[in-house]
Nanobody
Framework: QVQLVESGGGLVQAGGSLRISCTAS????????MGWFRQPPGKERLFVAA????????YYADSVKGRFTISRDNPKNTVYLQMNSLKPEDTAVYYC?????????????????????WGQGTQVTVSS
């Protein structure tokens, strides 16, 4: 049974930093591209960042480029999202997701439908 468990969310002031993590089990982690999505209250779930299964390629939404960094540690089955210079509009539930190998590039990895497994989400709240 595949499980993705996010952690590290919380409350932070604008301009601050936070790192959230997602640990996977039940899958061959190094064979999956990983992505982060976020869903603000009352809005749709949107792409934030993705990383290839080797970690050699990363992709970002324009709204977070230069502020967020995605990384992965394959031996630990964990993907991270380092978030700096946080803004109130970054407030959302953040979800990690796993996409089977074969999907690559921003055009695919920014799409929700290529991800087959999702975590339960972690709340990130940025106060002004």
């Amino acid at each position: 049974q595949v499980q993705l468990v996010e952690s590290g969310g919380g409350l932070v002031q604008a301009g601050g930093s936070l790192r959230i993590s997602c640990t996977a089990s039940g899958l061959s982690f190094s064979n999956y591209a990983m992505g982060w999505f976020r869903q603000p209250p009352g809005k749709e779930r949107l792409f934030v960042a993705a990383i290839s299964w080797t970690g050699s390629r990363t992709y970002y939404a324009d709204s977070v480029k230069g502020r967020f960094t995605i990384s992965r540690d394959n031996p630990k089955n964990t993907v991270y999202l380092q978030m700096n210079s946080l803004k109130p509009e970054d407030t959302a539930v953040y979800y990690c997701a796993a996409a089977p190998s074969g999907y690559a590039g921003l055009g695919f990895l920014s799409r929700r439908d290529v991800y087959k497994n999702w975590g339960q989400g972690t709340q990130v709240t940025v106060s002004s």
